[in-house]
Structures are given as C-alpha cells and as structure tokens.
C-alpha cells in the first residue's frame, strides 16, 4: 500500500536558524511529491513538488526540499526560519495511474523569536 | 490569484439529515477533488471527478456521498444521511491536468460537526 510519513508531530526551532521538516515515503512506481502549508482557518497552500530531474527543489517563501530516492524521503527545508513560517505542513505523494494524493500526518512547525 | 472557495465554513447538522457542501473551483481547472480530515488525523482521499463523471474513489465514499457539477462553476459533495463519524474537516481542490505531477489547489475547508 502506499503511504507517506511525517514522523514528527512538532517541529520547534529559533528564528533564524535553519529548519527540517522530514518525510518518507513508500510507493510502487515513480513517485511526485507535494509539500503544502496550511496556516490557521486557512485551506492547503502548494509549496512544492518534485516531478523528476534535479533532487533539489526550491518553492514558494524560500523553502526548498530535497529527494532521495535511496532513503525514499523528501526533506522540506529553509536556511532560515522566520515566526511567520509557522504553521501545519503536509508531505504527499502521488504515482501515476491514480488521481488521488496521499498524505501524510502533518508536522507542525513552531518557529521562536 | 485565483482560489478554490468553499461554503459554508461551518456546518453544523443533526445525524440522519442530508448535507451539500459546496464548492467553486478555479475556474479553468478540469479536475475536481473532495479530501477529508478527521480531528487529529490524516487528511483521506474521498474522490476525483472528471467531465462529469467520477474518475476515482476511495472505500470511504460509498452510497451515502454523491458529486455533482450542478453548473459550470459549482462542485457539490452531498452526504445523504450524516452519521457522527461524519464529523469532520472537508476539503475541496482542483487541478488543471490529470497527470501525476500536477498540484492541486485547495479550499479552505469546511467544517462539518454532526451531532
């Protein structure tokens, strides 16, 4: 079956300093790889994806993820975290053949000034 | 930029009684989608409609949910009779392709609360 993990449930880190947001995931097939943010009565925002090519990916708000078809993750990262990059953020994935995205838990990301 | 809109907000109704949430997807999108998310848990496939018809379904959307596409701007979901595990946060998006690789846009949600 296919499925995608979030194995934090919370994620603090300080302002400024760099932050990671994991996800793996298992798949048969190709995988496409989403990341969303969901901010506060807010609905799922796209931040992301990988499709196929460079493992590096860069998005919206200076958030970048990284893929590793080894280790079956998809990292979301930033250099540099800002307390408005608080917020709920969830992995997906998708492989052809389906219409539907799969997602994972969601992992909230607390930033501290 | 153009947004996936969905009402009402919230939507609070009585087990056994119909619901229709509504939706209004970006307006050159194709594809249409409805994903749920039960408090605390994962955000669920329900279903992925196409020119009018269902493309796909999960196991959740059984007899008790229907589609519709009642205009060109309009994306129903109707649960027929509520049950309280209905209760839930539903989410409608859409996406301009089919193919695996495109994102899809979602609206902010609805809550629904059966009690």
């Known amino acids: 079956a296919q499925s995608v993990a979030q194995p934090e449930d919370q994620v603090n880190v300080a302002e400024g300093n760099p932050l990671t947001v994991k996800c793996t995931y298992s798949v048969s097939g190709n995988p496409y790889l989403f990341w969303y943010v969901q901010y506060p009565n807010r609905g799922l925002q796209f931040l992301l994806k990988y499709i196929t090519g460079d493992n590096l990916v860069k998005g919206s708000y200076g958030f970048e993820a990284e893929f590793n078809k080894s280790q079956t993750s998809f990292h979301l990262k930033k250099p540099s975290a800002l307390v408005s990059d608080s917020a709920l953020y969830f992995c997906a994935v998708r492989t052809s053949g389906t219409y539907k995205y799969i997602f994972g838990t969601g992992t909230r990301l607390k930033v501290l000034a | 930029e153009p947004e996936v809109t969905q009402t009402p907000s919230h939507q609070v109704t009585q087990m056994g009684q119909e619901v229709i949430l509504r939706c209004v997807p970006i307006s050159n999108h194709l594809y249409f989608y409805w994903y749920r998310q039960i408090l605390g848990q994962k955000v669920e496939f329900l279903v992925s409609f196409y020119n009018n018809e269902i493309s796909e379904k999960s196991e959740i959307f059984d007899d008790q949910f229907s589609v519709e596409r009642p205009d060109g701007s309009n994306f129903t979901l109707k649960i027929r009779s509520t049950k309280l595990e209905d209760s839930a946060m539903y989410f409608c998006?859409?996406?301009?392709?089919?193919?695996?690789?495109?994102?899809?846009?979602f609206g902010q949600g609805t809550r629904l609360t059966v009690v």
């Open positions: 998006a859409s996406s301009e392709a089919r193919q695996p690789g495109t994102e899809a846009f």
